[in-house]
């Protein structure tokens, strides 16, 4: 079975910084993050693939920054300029095929 752990959620003012990491309890191909915010739809953030080759969405781009480890089964997503708009539940996901895994989901909350 496959798990997906975040953590690093949390209250920031905008701004600021925050990191966020997922445990997996292992690695795939392509490992993402995706968002979504009260009434909206699921979106993409960011992903990553075995070879490092990056996606992000277009309201991330310069500010976020993804990255993976996979001696420790880790992702982390470095969150910079942080702005109201980018307040959401932030979920790990990990793509092999046509299977898709998600992780619980971690709130971040970003004060103007």
């Known amino acids: 079975q496959v798990q997906l752990v975040e953590s690093g959620g949390g209250l920031v003012q905008a701004g600021e910084s925050l990191r966020l990491s997922c445990e997996a309890s292992?690695?795939?191909?392509?490992m993402a993050w995706y968002r979504q915010a009260l009434g909206a739809q699921r979106e993409l953030v960011a992903e990553i693939t075995t070879g490092g080759t990056t996606e992000y969405g277009d309201s991330v781009k310069g500010r976020f920054t993804i990255s993976r480890d996979n001696a420790k089964n880790m992702i982390s997503l470095q969150m910079n300029s942080l702005k109201p708009q980018d307040t959401a539940i932030y979920f790990c996901?990990?793509?092999?095929?046509?299977?898709?895994?998600w992780g619980q989901g971690t709130q971040v909350y970003v004060s103007s």
């Open positions: 292992q690695m795939f191909g392509v």
């Open positions: 996901s990990a793509r092999a095929g046509v299977y898709q895994y």
